[in-house]
């Protein structure tokens, strides 16, 4: 089966997003666009977090939600962008990661949370961290995530 799907988008919580950018607004959107599937983003940052886990219900799809007081179809994949800032000096690189469930994202945010400032944004940025660490110690609390490179074509990351 196919599906369209938006797997890299942030909450209002990141700089520089529109206040409107809620799970109600997100359904909304996607369902114009023909969107089934959603990423959630930012599910570090905790007030996000809270939001989301009031928002969401466990679909019948393993890893994907819906909105509890929606019946429009479109599933949500928990998601996050972060980027960390290599120890070497090197330039930062961001990832987006999935998870597959709130006590995943649980033990995510519980390391996370001490290698940067979750409230700090959406966005977090992990310094003297190295990508070889970031997916090490992502998939040691979470083996069933999924990390992939963002902006891996952008000439300044």
């Known amino acids: 089966m196919k599906y369209f799907a938006d797997l890299h988008i942030h909450s209002k919580y990141s700089r520089a997003v529109s206040p409107d950018m809620d799970l109600p607004h997100?359904?909304?959107g996607a369902r114009l666009k023909g969107i089934q599937i959603m990423g959630t983003g930012d599910f570090t940052h905790p007030l996000w977090l809270k939001h989301l886990k009031e928002e969401l219900e466990e679909s019948e799809c393993?890893?994907?939600y819906?909105?509890?007081s929606d019946a429009s179809?479109?599933?949500?994949?928990?998601?996050?962008?972060?980027?960390?800032?290599?120890?070497n000096g090197g330039k930062r690189t961001h990832h987006v990661i999935h998870a597959e469930s709130f006590d995943d994202?649980?033990?995510l945010n519980e390391y996370y949370s001490k290698k940067g400032n979750l409230a700090a944004d959406g966005r977090p940025m992990f310094a003297?961290?190295?990508?070889?660490?970031?997916?090490?110690?992502?998939k040691s609390r979470s083996p069933t995530a999924r990390i992939v490179p963002a902006h891996v074509?952008?000439?300044w990351f």
């Open 128 to 138: 003297k961290t190295s990508n070889e660490e970031l997916v090490e110690e992502t």
């Open 66 to 68: 819906r909105r509890k």
């Open 62 to 64: 393993e890893g994907l």
């Open 153 to 155: 074509w952008t000439p």
């Open 26 to 28: 997100l359904s909304r």
């Open 73 to 87: 179809g479109v599933l949500f994949m928990l998601t996050t962008e972060v980027a960390v800032f290599h120890p």
């Open 105 to 107: 994202v649980d033990a």
